[in-house]
C-alpha cells in the first residue's frame, strides 16, 4: 500500500517522538512492501514564530491532500505562561479538527502486566483493565460561543450540541463495542444540563439499532470516581468534548505513564494519529520523553487502512520493549541509559528481527547499536 502522510510534528517534545513512530512506520514498511511517504509542516507554536499563525495555510493544504496525519504536540511555555495572548499553538489544534470534521477521538486506554507497578492505583484495581474512549472532538463548550462583558468582569462559554453531532460519533462508538465486549457507557451530566439531556435522548435512540450492546450512563462526577475505583468495568466509553478530554487524562495514570496514550482523530474523509501528551517543554532534547504513545499512535493509523497484522507487530514490539524495561525514565527504574531514540530503535529492530532483538538490547543498552 502506499500512504501519503502529512507529519505535522509541533513543538516541544513533539518532534523527538514523531521521529520515533516514523523509524517504526519505516520499518514496518520495509517488512510488508509498503510504500509510505512523508512529508512535514509547522503547527503550533513553532508555526507561530514562522508565520504568525497556528495554522498555516499551506499546513492545512497538505494534509487535506495526504492520506493521514501524523501528529507530534503543541504547546509553548511564553505563550502557556501568558494569558493575554491573543494568538495561542492550542488554536492551530482546534482549527485543524475543525477544518478537517474530525469529528471523533479514540483514545485506547490499557493497563499492560509488565507496568502494573508503576501505575498510583493498586494493582488488583487495574490488572485487565481495557478502556476504548470516544470523544466528541468538534462541538460542546470548547466551540461554542465565548463572551467577555465589556468591564472585563464576567465570562461565558456556550455549549451547544446538535442532533447529527451526537448520531455520527454515537454510531462509531456502538460499532467498536460490537467487537469488543458489547458494553458502552455514556458519560454526561444530565441531571443538570440540558446539552447532556440531549445526548441521553439521541444515544438511547442509536442504541435500538445495537441490540446487542449493553447500554449504561453514569453522571461524569460519578464516572471519575469509578474511573479510580473499578476501571475494569468500563469497556466502551462515549462522551462529550470537553468530559472526554477530563475523563481520558485521568485515565492515563492508570498504565503509570501518560507517555503510553495513542489516540485517532476521525471523520468523514480525514484521519489525524497522535500522542495525548502535551509537549513538555522541560524535557526538550533531552532524550527523556516517552515515545511510545507515538508509536502507538502509528499503530492506530495502520489499524485505520486496515492493515492491522502490521498494527498488531507494533503492538508485540511494544510489549516486548516494555517486558524487558526498554523505556525512557517515566517508567525505567532497571537502566538508566535508555533514551527516546533507543526506545525507537529497539521496537523498529524487533520488527524487522523479532527473534533477534532480545541479543541486540545488550547493544542498545551498552550505547553501541547500529542500528538505523
Not at 4 to 27: C, H, M, W, Y
Not at 63 to 78: E, V
Request: glycine share 6%; aromatic share 8%.
Amino acid at each position: 500500500m502506499k500512504l501519503n502522510i502529512a507529519v505535522l510534528a509541533g513543538d516541544g517534545i513533539g518532534p523527538e517522538v514523531t521521529a520515533q513512530s516514523i523509524k517504526v512506520l519505516k520499518a514496518i514498511a520495509l517488512e510488508f512492501d509498503h510504500s509510505f511517504n512523508f512529508k512535514y509542516a509547522p503547527v503550533g507554536a513553532v508555526a507561530i514564530d514562522e508565520t504568525g499563525d497556528p495554522l498555516p495555510e499551506a499546513t492545512l493544504e497538505l494534509c487535506k491532500n495526504s492520506d493521514a496525519l501524523l501528529f507530534g504536540a503543541i504547546g509553548d511555555p511564553k505563550y502557556d505562561n501568558d494569558p493575554s495572548a491573543k494568538v495561542r499553538p492550542e488554536q492551530g489544534l482546534l482549527a485543524l479538527r475543525k477544518s478537517l470534521g474530525l469529528f471523533a477521538n479514540i483514545r485506547p486506554v490499557k493497563a499492560y502486566d509488565a507496568l502494573l507497578s508503576k501505575s498510583p492505583l493498586k494493582k488488583d484495581i487495574i490488572k485487565g483493565t481495557d478502556i476504548s474512549i470516544y470523544r466528541e472532538l468538534t462541538g460542546g463548550i470548547y466551540f461554542g460561543k465565548k463572551e467577555l462583558s465589556e468591564d472585563g468582569n464576567t465570562a461565558s462559554d456556550l455549549c451547544e450540541y446538535s442532533r447529527n453531532e451526537i448520531e455520527r460519533i454515537a454510531h462509531l462508538a456502538f460499532k467498536a463495542a460490537q467487537s469488543r465486549r458489547k458494553k458502552l457507557t455514556l458519560i454526561d451530566k444530565a441531571n443538570v444540563l440540558e446539552s447532556s439531556r440531549l445526548w441521553r435522548k439521541v444515544v438511547k435512540e442509536v442504541a435500538t439499532n445495537y441490540k446487542d450492546i449493553e447500554l449504561d450512563f453514569l453522571f461524569v462526577d460519578n464516572a471519575a470516581m469509578q474511573m479510580i475505583l473499578n476501571p475494569k468495568q468500563f469497556d466502551v466509553i462515549l462522551t462529550e468534548n470537553m468530559f472526554g478530554d477530563i475523563i481520558s487524562d485521568e485515565a492515563s495514570v492508570i498504565g503509570g505513564s501518560i507517555g503510553l496514550l495513542a489516540s485517532a482523530s476521525v471523520g468523514d474523509k480525514y484521519a489525524m494519529f497522535e500522542p495525548i501528551h502535551g509537549s513538555y517543554p522541560q524535557a526538550t532534547n533531552k532524550g527523556i520523553a516517552n515515545p511510545i504513545a507515538s508509536i502507538l499512535s502509528a499503530a492506530m493509523l495502520l489499524d485505520h487502512f486496515d492493515l492491522n497484522d502490521e498494527a498488531d507487530l507494533i503492538r508485540t514490539a511494544v510489549d516486548k520493549s516494555l517486558a524487558l524495561h526498554i523505556t525512557t525514565p517515566d517508567l525505567n527504574t532497571k537502566y538508566d541509559n535508555i533514551t527516546t531514540t533507543k526506545v525507537g530503535d529497539f521496537i523498529a529492530d524487533f520488527i524487522s528481527n523479532p527473534t533477534d532483538s532480545n541479543h541486540n538490547f545488550s547493544n542498545i543498552h551498552l550505547g553501541q547499536s547500529t542500528i538505523i
